[in-house]
T-cell receptor
């Protein structure tokens, strides 16, 4: 496809369950980002990949959050033992290779995660 | 202190008027600046990027950057009801990585 694709669009889980969110970036984009967006807030950075290398995971809120991009294309964000505070929209973005965030990031439609 | 600040609004303007959206940032090392539009329940959509001081125009949109004042703005001329959305300001600093720092967004309503 032409844009960033995320699945599922909506995910409801019970507290304590594990969830996995998928992102398929724009073809040829080497940089991939995950953001968390709470209601009424701007996106907050979680982690960044360049190809398959996770170069920055400073935004992951706890060790329950794990992301991977094993072949440098599709990425998965996994949240273990979900808590209610994990409820948010998880956005994936991709961009061309750049330096220091100078390339525009293109966002998927996000996964809206609700923890009951 | 948040790194990127925007007035949350709501900002209401009549159709055909100029909408002015403002953003200030605290990191003086920031070098890349972006405006995104986000409709309710949708993903952020890139409108403009700006890297140098001054104005950059694209159709009805003009971005203005003043690094000395740590200020970036977006002007929307001839506002249309379809411009009603939340506008997000994003900033990046090459010395702190590739991520964007976003403001909380300004909600704009264009009244027909």
């Amino acid at each position: 496809g032409a844009g960033v694709s995320q699945s599922p669009r909506y995910k409801v889980a019970k507290r304590g369950q594990d969830v996995a969110l998928r992102c398929d970036p724009i073809s040829g984009h080497v940089s991939l980002f995950w953001y968390q967006q709470a209601l009424g807030q701007g996106p907050e950075f979680l982690t960044y990949f360049q190809n398959e290398a996770q170069l920055d995971k400073s935004g992951l809120p706890s060790d329950r959050f794990f992301a991977e991009r094993p072949e440098g294309s599709v990425s998965t964000l996994k949240i273990q033992r979900t808590q209610q505070e994990d409820s948010a929209v998880y956005l994936c973005a991709s961009s061309r290779r750049g330096r220091g965030g100078d390339q525009p990031q293109h966002f998927g439609d996000g996964t809206r995660l609700s923890i009951l | 202190q948040k790194e990127v600040e925007q007035n949350s609004g709501p900002l209401s303007v009549p159709e055909g008027a100029i909408a002015s959206l403002n953003c200030t940032y605290s990191d003086r090392g920031s070098q890349s600046f972006f405006w995104y539009r986000q409709y309710s329940g949708k993903s952020p959509e890139l409108i403009m990027s700006i890297y140098s001081n001054g104005d950059k125009e694209d159709g009805r949109f003009t971005a203005q950057l003043n690094k000395a004042s740590q200020y970036v703005s977006l002007l929307i001329r001839d506002s249309q009801p379809s411009d009603s959305a939340t506008y997000l300001c994003a900033v990046s600093n090459p010395n702190t990585g590739n991520q964007f720092y976003f403001g909380t967004g300004t909600s704009l309503t264009v009244i027909p």
